[in-house]
Nanobody
Framework: QVQLVESGGGLVQAGGSLRLSCAAS????????MGWFRQTPGKEREFVAA????????YSADSVKGRFTISRDNAKNTVYLQMNSLKPEDTALYYC?????????????????WGQGTQVTVSS
């Protein structure tokens, strides 16, 4: 089992920045992929970004490319999502997720472990 705890969400004005963190604990050994997803009421959970175990491979949704950056610090068992140039449409509950598998499979169903989420609200 892997436990994930997100932090760093909040209220920010459009054009501003936030950095989300996700701390992993439990069975953290092994080459697991970390991802960020987001969800708004009535919609399916949407892929945002993912990063391989080594950090050498990252993959982001087109909607956030050039604005969001995913990174990880394996010494701290923590993954980050730096969000810049935020837009009102980025408002959502952001989830951290982990899996042992391919970074290139972005469906939420491929991820085995999930955090509780952290709310990001971007005002116009």
């Amino acid at each position: 089992q892997v436990q994930l705890v997100e932090s760093g969400g909040g209220l920010v004005q459009a054009g501003g920045s936030l950095r989300l963190s996700c701390a992993a604990s439990g069975r953290t050994a092994g080459s697991y992929v970390m991802g960020w997803f987001r969800q708004t009421p009535g919609k399916e959970r949407e892929f945002v970004a993912a990063i391989s175990w080594s950090g050498g491979n990252t993959y982001s949704a087109d909607s956030v490319k050039g604005r969001f950056t995913i990174s990880r610090d394996n010494a701290k068992n923590t993954v980050y999502l730096q969000m810049n140039s935020l837009k009102p449409e980025d408002t959502a509950l952001y989830y951290c997720a982990a899996k042992y598998g391919s970074i290139w499979l972005v469906a939420a169903s491929t991820y085995a472990y999930w955090g509780q989420g952290t709310q990001v609200t971007v005002s116009s």
